[in-house]
């Protein structure tokens, strides 16, 4: 008994490192193959140390996009589709292959720092095991209950879709870990039908979104204690018109522009589109001179991409532009004007 009890342990433990492995290859091949050349940045900033910010962040916040715009991309999949139909393994490499890119791309703004590196790579592994835990039930046990229900949704199949859609717009602006999981799952309990899909939909999704309160509840209390990150920055711009806007603030009139305080996030990006096609152009952004944004187009190729993806449920492409501030205004302006969309620009 003793010695069947040994085996069962050493084999949970040699799966338990195997899995470890397996989840540290991409850690590994980025460290080994991605790596950026460092070139010296002879900028000569014009905001003052206090509010710069590292220009590599520009590049190096489209991981934890990458992961805002997947939930984005689910959620469009399954408001007319099924949870199999979503493509789980292209997620999951999008945001590696897309880290490798930027990894190299980082050596030129600055590098990527270790502190960085470390909550990069743990995101892309929760990321990587959230998607193949999915993967592996919806592809199994969540298509086979597709298969007996047949092509008419369940209630739930809806009711999923519209939290999934809430989601992914509250992760535009907001932690992930401030979502209402528990009330996710209760409202799946109160509409539950008497169908095998709707009770399983409300099982499994249930179960995951328990366990995401949970885990949420450990990442806001980490969050607490190491303080969360600034919600403003300062630039400077020409051409602003006034008076500032909600949640803006004119700092100081300088030689070179007019400072401002703004937002950051997805409001940063709504209002640099909204300033830009009043005339605005801007010369430095929290201490840097360069940035990068993402723009979605029909086309797989973009000019100036560094990296191009396409979107699940869309059938258009991201591509992740990276240019100098000084040239935002007038690439912001040509980009409305040619139809195409600006999706976010990414601050540090």
Same mark, same amino acid.
């Given at each position: +008994?003793?010695?069947?009890?040994?085996?069962?342990?050493?084999?949970?433990?040699?799966l338990?490192l @195997?899995?470890?492995?397996?989840?540290?290859? /991409?850690v590994?091949?980025? %460290?080994?193959?991605?790596?950026?050349?460092?070139?010296?940045?002879d900028?000569?900033?014009?905001?003052? /140390?206090?509010?710069?910010?590292?220009?590599?962040?520009?590049?190096?916040?489209?991981?934890?996009?990458?992961?805002?715009h997947?939930y984005?991309?689910y959620?469009?999949?399954?408001?007319?589709?099924?949870?199999h139909?979503?493509?789980?393994?292209?997620?999951?490499?999008?945001?590696?292959?897309?880290?490798?890119?930027?990894?190299k791309?980082?050596g030129q703004?600055?590098?990527?720092?270790? %502190?960085?590196?470390?909550?990069?790579?743990v995101?892309g592994?929760?990321?990587?095991v959230?998607?193949?835990?999915?993967a592996?039930? !919806?592809?199994?046990?969540?298509r086979?209950?597709?298969?007996?229900?047949?092509?008419?949704?369940?209630p739930?199949d809806?009711?999923?879709?519209?939290q999934?859609?809430?989601?992914?717009?509250?992760?535009?602006?907001?932690?992930?870990?401030?979502?209402?999981?528990?009330a996710?799952?209760a409202?799946?309990?109160?509409?539950?039908?008497t169908?095998?899909?709707?009770?399983e939909?409300?099982?499994?999704?249930?179960?995951?979104?328990?366990?995401?309160?949970?885990?949420?509840?450990?990442?806001?209390a980490a969050?607490e204690n190491?303080?969360?990150?600034?919600?403003t @920055?300062?630039?400077?711009?020409?051409?602003?018109?006034?008076?500032?806007?909600?949640?803006?603030?004119?700092?100081?009139?300088r030689?070179?522009?007019?400072e401002?305080?703004?937002?950051?996030y997805?409001?940063?990006?709504?209002?640099?589109?909204?300033?830009?096609?009043?005339?605005?152009?801007?010369?430095?952004?929290?201490?840097?001179?360069d940035? +990068?944004?993402?723009?979605?187009a029909?086309?797989? !190729?973009?000019?100036?991409?560094?990296?191009? +993806?396409?979107?699940?449920?869309?059938g258009d492409?991201?591509?992740?532009?990276?240019?100098?501030?000084r040239? @935002?205004g007038d690439?912001?302006?040509?980009? @409305?004007?040619?139809?195409?969309?600006?999706?976010?620009?990414?601050?540090?």
């Open positions: +008994m003793i010695s069947l009890l040994w085996r069962v342990i050493r084999g949970a433990i040699l338990l @195997l899995l470890v492995v397996v989840l540290l290859i /991409p590994a091949h980025n %460290e080994i193959a991605c790596r950026g050349e460092s070139i010296p940045d900028y000569a900033a014009i905001l003052p /140390p206090e509010h710069h910010r590292p220009e590599s962040r520009s590049y190096l916040t489209y991981p934890e996009w990458h992961i805002v997947a984005d991309d959620a469009q999949v399954i408001a007319t589709g099924d949870p139909d979503f493509g789980f393994l292209q997620g999951i490499h999008g945001f590696w292959a897309a880290l490798c890119d930027l990894s791309t980082s703004h600055g590098g990527f720092p270790w %502190e960085t590196k470390q909550m990069v790579y995101i592994i929760s990321f990587t959230e998607l193949v835990l999915k592996a039930y !919806e592809e199994t046990v969540g086979a209950v597709v298969w007996f229900r047949g092509p008419a949704r369940a739930l809806d009711l999923s879709a519209q999934a859609r809430g989601y992914a717009t509250f992760l535009q602006q907001v932690p992930w870990y401030q979502w209402d999981f528990l996710d799952a409202a799946l309990e109160d509409a539950v039908a169908g095998l899909r709707d009770r939909r409300q099982i499994a999704l249930g179960l995951e979104y328990q366990a995401k309160a949970v885990y949420a509840q450990a990442i806001a969050v190491v303080g969360a990150d600034a919600l @920055l300062r630039m400077i711009v020409t051409g602003y018109p006034g008076p500032a806007p909600d949640g803006v603030s004119v700092v100081a009139q030689d070179e522009g007019t401002l305080e703004t937002p950051r997805r409001a940063l990006t709504e209002l640099m589109l909204s300033m830009a096609q009043e005339g605005v152009d801007f010369v430095e952004i929290a201490g840097n001179d940035i +990068m944004l993402t723009v979605l029909d086309a797989a !190729e973009f000019e100036d991409a560094r990296s191009s +993806m396409r979107r699940q449920g869309y492409h991201r591509h992740l532009v990276g240019l100098k501030v040239d @935002l690439r912001l302006r040509g980009f @409305l004007a040619a139809g195409v969309t600006v999706e976010h620009i990414h601050d540090y």
